[in-house]
């Protein structure tokens, strides 16, 4: 008998099961570890979670074996992620120790202004993601920078890291480079020009929106810098580092790298080694003050660079604040994020595999009746597979190859399915405490999840205004209309 007939479908309550445990488990970590739920708890919640939609497929007639199988599979997606966390956390490293970040931040203080701080961010960041095609080598480098001078200039580096989000994501979304702008096209069914286009409906307004909340928080902020503690700041940062308009060299190689499409983990590697190459070049005084005492020249730099890549560095100047700016990175920083990123991926890997998602999103599309329930079943979906798969690719791919016959069938043109897959599927990842994305974007900005997703306006902003479109029929390319077009 074939391994098919021996198996049955999961039933509703058997796809419900473990959805609930998951939620019910990050909610008591959230409650007991507070800002630590990332750090151990939020893994836990997900390994019982599986543990336990595991147990429901031997009920159902599953192999371990083929279970296993998945799980591998799960995992096998998130390696090329990992590759670029890893070379994130060397590049944070060297570039801290080039003196590139607080380079940054130095010059950072000295241009922007609190009051506008927050729509800047966000413009600059939507700017070079929209170049680069990527948020996650935005974050880690503008983004890096602008929480440095958040915090020097006494703002809220949740605001600041929501800013950054929002920034990022917007100028991802709407960049041909960007692996997302392409994948849902090629899913829907859509071309890459009109499909970028056709977004522009709900991206546009959707930025514009964030950009007036950014500029009302900007000024109507209850903190007043001080200007003595902002020289103060970039006396302390120029007593460490040489600062110098060459160190933001390794910064414009990086994106030089990604605006000629080189793939992400060789750019951000040889990025690293860049930053790597300029402290030897700008740095010496900085290296030898952190090489242990009697090193000689060769070996101080030797160490201190080494231990950068795998490490970061730790420096101490007598301010604790100027310590947290200057401190970090390294390979070890990326390894909780790895470990948060496995498990996800592989809870979400033991649903699809037995049929979970499929249970949910076939009752969704049976009270799907029209466009606009159609496409807040869409959005739903996108955002619900990002929950439960915490994976921003898969949030495109299954919804896109589930909902695609359904939109043809009803005489939507393509390109509506693929805005809508950008509109929730993409924007949202970052919202999700264990998505892949929100612990990356979290590991390199240093903001807990819970704590910025509330500032990351354009991220909610956007597949809010997809559904409203869709339930009053705003800007929906019907196949009709394309033929007589």
Not at 73 to 98: K, M, P, Q, R
Not at 328 to 350: D, H, R
């Amino acid at each position: 008998m074939s391994e098919l007939t021996q198996t049955k479908s999961p039933s509703m309550l058997d796809a419900s099961i473990p959805v609930i445990c998951l939620v019910g488990l990050l909610a008591l970590a959230v409650t007991f570890f507070a800002d630590n739920s990332s750090y151990g708890p939020n893994q836990i919640a997900l390994l019982i979670s599986m543990g336990i939609a595991i147990i429901i497929g031997l009920k159902n007639g599953h192999k371990w074996s083929d279970m296993e199988k998945a799980i591998v599979n799960g995992i096998s997606l998130s390696l090329g992620a990992v590759l670029i966390l890893f070379a994130v956390g060397s590049l944070i490293g060297t570039w801290l120790l080039s003196g590139t970040v607080p380079t940054m931040i130095y010059y950072g203080l000295k241009i922007l202004n609190p009051s506008w701080f927050y729509a800047a961010a966000c413009i600059m960041c939507g700017v070079v993601s929209m170049s680069i095609g990527s948020s996650w080598t935005t974050a880690a480098t503008i983004g890096v920078a602008l929480i440095g001078i958040a915090q020097g200039l006494g703002l809220e580096p949740e605001i600041t890291a929501g800013a950054v989000i929002s920034g990022a994501y917007f100028g991802d979304k709407i960049s041909p480079l960007s692996e997302t702008t392409n994948l849902a096209p090629a899913i829907a069914g859509s071309e890459l020009f009109a499909h970028i286009k056709y977004m522009l409906w709900t991206t546009a307004p959707s930025i514009i929106t964030a950009l007036v909340l950014f500029i009302f928080l900007g000024f109507n902020g209850t903190s007043e810098v001080n200007t003595l503690a902002i020289d103060q700041l970039s006396q302390q940062l120029a007593e460490q580092f040489d600062i110098s308009i060459l160190n933001l060299t390794p910064l414009v190689i990086l994106l030089a790298l990604a605006i000629k499409k080189v793939p992400a983990f060789p750019a951000v590697a040889i990025g690293a080694l860049v930053g790597a190459l300029w402290a030897v070049l700008f740095q010496q005084d900085l290296i030898l003050r952190l090489a242990e005492a009697g090193s000689d020249n060769l070996t101080a730099n030797i160490l201190v660079i080494w231990t950068a890549f795998f490490d970061g560095v730790v420096i101490e100047t007598g301010n604790a604040e100027l310590n947290d700016l200057l401190s970090g990175g390294g390979m070890s920083g990326m390894l909780n994020t790895v470990w948060l990123i496995m498990c996800a991926l592989s809870f979400g890997a033991v649903l699809e595999y037995l049929g979970m998602l499929k249970k949910f999103v076939d009752a969704i599309l049976s009270a799907a009746k029209s466009t606009g329930s159609l496409i807040a079943s869409t959005v739903a979906t996108c955002i619900g597979t990002n929950v439960i798969t915490a994976d921003q690719y898969i949030s495109i791919v299954m919804p896109g190859r589930m909902y695609k016959e359904e939109y043809k069938a009803r005489g939507l043109d393509p390109l509506v399915l693929s805005r809508t897959l950008e509109d929730a599927g993409t924007i949202t990842s970052p919202l999700v405490p264990w998505n892949t994305c929100a612990v990356y974007m979290s590991g390199v900005l240093l903001v807990n999840p819970l704590d910025y997703i509330f500032y990351c306006f354009f991220n909610w902003i956007n597949p809010i205004l997809a559904v409203i479109y869709g339930f009053i029929g705003f800007n929906i390319k019907t196949l009709a209309k394309k033929a007589t077009a």
